[in-house]
């Protein structure tokens, strides 16, 4: 998990921009702010849900709809009522005061 440097709040690891200050992140500077073709959070996250459920695969049935259910509880808590960029159009958490792509006051 990374932090934002300015303000410390926790940071998804392909935010480019703090959501929160709105200062560039090191993954930001890393990758260039206009890269093209970024990874949208949501393919991310789905991809990494998978990953774990494959893991989770071989445990008990209980354990796995017990992680089902946190996995979607997550998921909802992070991507209820996005708000989106005017700028760029990327979808933004709710909490989110800076568009994590571009950097632009939501
Ligand atoms: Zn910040
Ligand atoms: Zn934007």
Redesign the pocket.
Same mark, same amino acid.
């Given at each position: 998990m990374t932090y =934002?440097s300015? =303000? *410390?709040?926790e940071l998804a690891p392909e935010a480019y921009f #703090?959501p929160? #200050? *709105?200062?560039r992140t090191e993954g930001g500077v890393r990758a260039g702010v206009n890269y093209p073709g970024v990874e949208d959070l949501r393919q991310t996250f789905n991809r990494v849900g998978e990953e774990m459920e494959k893991a989770f695969s071989t445990v008990g049935s209980e354990l796995r709809e017990a992680f089902k259910t946190t996995s979607q509880n997550v998921k909802e808590a992070y991507y209820g009522e996005p708000i989106t960029c005017p700028q760029c159009g990327d979808k933004n958490t709710r909490d989110a005061s800076y568009c994590r792509k571009c950097g632009k006051k939501l």
């Open positions: =934002c300015r =303000c *410390g709040k #703090c929160n #200050c *709105g200062v």
